[in-house]
């Protein structure tokens, strides 16, 4: 069974710019969670969908949106992008709504310039 | 106050010994107690998972949950080299919709 997938592996990109991610789940899974991971800040959790419906937020500014897909495929966004914005993007998809094991990708390395 | 604490490390042991790793946790709505291993440019892979006080075991490696002291162990038995990775905790609440709360995950190393 293939695991979650995440595109594209790394990016480089400049101030200002904008940046769209992209995660496909573990195949049946419904539920896809989005994840920053930093040197300074750890894993925060930035946002969950499940069935294309945003239930849950971390506390990240407005820049931070994301999407699902009715294939539960998942996209996120970052616009206007910052310098403190340079992380891992760690997606981990889920079979059902909630308190279950939750599989990660291996990320996309987002670098800001 | 973090609501999970968890030492960084590093920590440094030689191969065959038993590993100890905690976290502690501050909010009783805590539920559910995840542990995870994650290699240098890598994503977190998956070790243990359980919402129960008590032990679990799965080969070298048992977590162990005291909800009444909030804290969370993991002991891996044995250890390898291939072992030397991130372990990070992980805790949800019940109901919480797929919201992880991590430690800052504790950078192991088991030397030959």
């Known amino acids: 069974k293939a695991g979650v997938t995440q595109t594209p592996r790394y990016l480089i990109k400049t101030r200002g710019q904008q940046v769209t991610l992209s995660c496909s789940p573990i195949?049946?899974?419904?539920?896809v969670s989005w994840y920053q991971q930093t040197p300074g800040q750890g894993l925060q959790f930035l946002f969950e969908?499940?069935?294309?419906?945003?239930?849950n937020k971390g506390n990240f500014p407005g820049r931070f949106s994301g999407r699902q897909f009715s294939n539960s495929r998942s996209e996120m966004n970052v616009s206007t992008l910052e310098l403190g914005d340079s992380a891992l993007y760690l997606c981990a998809s889920s079979s059902t709504g909630g308190n279950q094991p939750q599989h990660f990708g291996d990320g996309t390395r987002l670098s800001i310039l | 106050q973090k609501e999970v604490e968890q030492d960084p490390g590093p920590l440094s042991v030689p191969e065959g010994a038993i590993v100890s790793l905690n976290c502690t946790y501050s909010n009783s709505a805590f539920q559910y107690f995840m542990w995870y291993r994650q290699y240098s440019r890598k994503g977190p892979e998956l070790l243990m998972y359980t919402y129960s006080s008590g032990n679990k075991e799965d080969g070298r490696f048992t977590a162990q949950v005291d909800k009444s002291s909030k804290y969370i162990s993991l002991f891996i038995r044995d250890s390898q080299p291939s072992d030397s990775a991130t372990y990070l905790c992980a805790i949800e609440e019940s109901g919480g919709y797929n919201k992880l709360i991590f430690g800052a995950g504790t950078r192991l190393a088991v030397h030959p």
């Open positions: 195949s049946g899974h419904r539920s």
């Open positions: 969908y499940f069935s294309e419906t945003q239930r």
